[in-house]
């Protein structure tokens, strides 16, 4: 694989993200998406429609996200049931062990495997080269490391 080519993939990804991040925050205030967004709110009647214009419903906003982040697991299960408990016990877990495994692979895997001896590697032409120079393939057969 090809540095390049890599970062053009992660840039794509990221835009894509954003992209998608935006349409969500931007949909999720519109007044006709409310039984899609929050059906538990339409169905109590608790729900806020109002058909009047306004600006603010086109301007999208990160503070969903962070109130996504508040409840305790007791509010999570007596508000959204105990799927949603797990998935948000699952969804750390995940992001905890990602972090370990993110710390681990830039900071000991990747040193060790680029300062190998096996592969020849030009410093000056990184980005066009293979990504192969931070695999174990570039560490000796028998080394220490």
């Known amino acids: 694989m090809i540095l390049s080519a890599l970062l053009t993939s992660v840039g794509i990804n990221l835009g894509l993200c954003f992209l998608f991040f935006t349409l969500?925050?931007?949909?999720?205030?519109?007044?006709g998406n409310a039984e899609v967004y929050a059906p538990r709110l339409v169905a109590e009647g608790k729900s806020q429609q109002t058909s009047n214009f306004n600006l603010e419903r086109l301007l999208p906003s990160a503070g969903w996200v962070t109130r996504?982040?508040?409840?305790?697991?007791?509010?999570?299960?007596?508000?959204?049931?105990?799927?949603?408990v797990v998935f948000m016990r699952?969804?750390?877990?995940?992001?905890?062990?990602?972090?370990?495994?993110?710390?681990?692979?830039?900071?000991?895997?990747?040193?060790?495997?680029?300062?190998?001896?096996?592969?020849?590697?030009?410093?000056?032409?990184?980005?066009?080269?293979?990504?192969?120079?931070?695999?174990?393939?570039?560490?000796?057969?028998?080394?220490?490391?």
């Not at 969500?24 to 007044?31: E, H, V």
């Open 24 to 31: 969500y925050s931007i949909l999720r205030k519109q007044p």
């Open 68 to 84: 996504a982040w508040r409840p305790s697991e007791a509010e999570l299960l007596s508000t959204s049931g105990l799927d949603a």
């Open 90 to 145: 699952i969804f750390i877990f995940s992001a905890r062990g990602f972090t370990f495994a993110v710390i681990v692979g830039i900071f000991i895997l990747l040193p060790i495997n680029y300062m190998g001896k096996q592969l020849s590697l030009d410093l000056f032409d990184l980005p066009n080269k293979s990504l192969e120079s931070f695999t174990i393939s570039n560490v000796d057969d028998g080394s220490n490391r």
